[in-house]
């Protein structure tokens, strides 16, 4: 069965600071993926996603993720926090031919003035 | 246009009871799926629907469970009799195109809470 593991339950960066949030995929087939965000009473909104086109995504508020096979991760990034930035992100597979999200437990980002 | 919408946003009822959710998507998704996030625990799929039907359910707890969606537009979320760990958030989310790639859009979830 596909999983999903997110590394850190809860990150804290200074504003400004490397965002790094780290995800890993267990498949046999290289999955859809994907990281949604959800800030405080409201939905998750779709971040950026991997459907195979490019292993680089570039996703909305400047974030995004590689794709590395060799490694099975999909961990994602931004340069310089800022502090609307401060969410818990989730990062998700799609095993091919299902329409079902497998979701990692959530890392809860932190980001400090 | 309106996003995935859900009724009641919280909702406290006591063990044995019945508690009926709701999920009103996008208008034109043919797909609707149900999540559930239990405390501490990662997000859960349940259920999804194709217009009215079930495609996929392997994700239901139990027969406490019951999901419909009449007339393949908003769908309703049953749980009868709630027990103490059927408390969570339930999140709905619907979809175009039945693609396992498509953008899934979320609604703010139903915080249930069994006493």
């Known amino acids: 069965a596909q999983s999903v593991t997110q590394l850190g339950s809860h990150v804290s960066v200074s504003e400004g600071a490397l965002v790094l949030l780290r995800c890993n995929y267990s498949?046999?087939?290289?999955?859809?993926l994907f990281w949604y965000v959800q800030y405080p009473n409201q939905g998750l909104q779709l971040l950026l996603k991997?459907?195979?086109?490019?292993?680089l995504v570039k996703g909305i508020n400047g974030f995004e993720a590689e794709f590395k096979k060799s490694e099975t991760s999909f961990h994602l990034t931004k340069p310089s926090a800022h502090m609307s930035d401060a969410a818990e992100y989730f990062c998700?597979?799609?095993?091919?031919?299902?329409?079902?999200?497998?979701f990692g437990q959530g890392t809860t980002l932190q980001v400090k003035p | 246009e309106a996003g995935v919408t859900q009724f009641p946003s919280h909702s406290v009822i006591e063990k044995g009871q019945t508690v009926t959710l709701r999920c009103d998507p996008i208008?034109?998704?043919?797909?609707l799926y149900w999540y559930r996030r239990v405390m501490g625990k990662e997000i859960k799929f349940l259920l999804h629907?194709?217009?009215?039907?079930?495609?996929?359910e392997s994700g239901m707890p139990n027969n406490r469970f019951l999901a419909e969606r009449t007339g393949g537009t908003y769908s309703t979320l049953k749980v009868q009799p709630a027990e103490l760990e059927d408390s969570g958030v339930y999140f709905c989310?619907?979809?175009?195109?039945?693609?396992?790639?498509?953008?899934?859009?979320f609604g703010p979830g139903t915080r249930l809470t069994v006493l």
């Open positions: 989310a619907s979809s175009q195109e039945l693609l396992s790639y498509n953008e899934q859009f």
């Open positions: 498949s046999s087939v290289p999955p859809y």
């Open positions: 991997y459907t195979s086109a490019a292993t």
């Open positions: 998700a597979v799609t095993p091919r031919g299902t329409g079902k999200l497998i």
């Open positions: 208008s034109g998704h043919d797909n």
């Open positions: 629907f194709v217009k009215e039907s079930k495609q996929d």
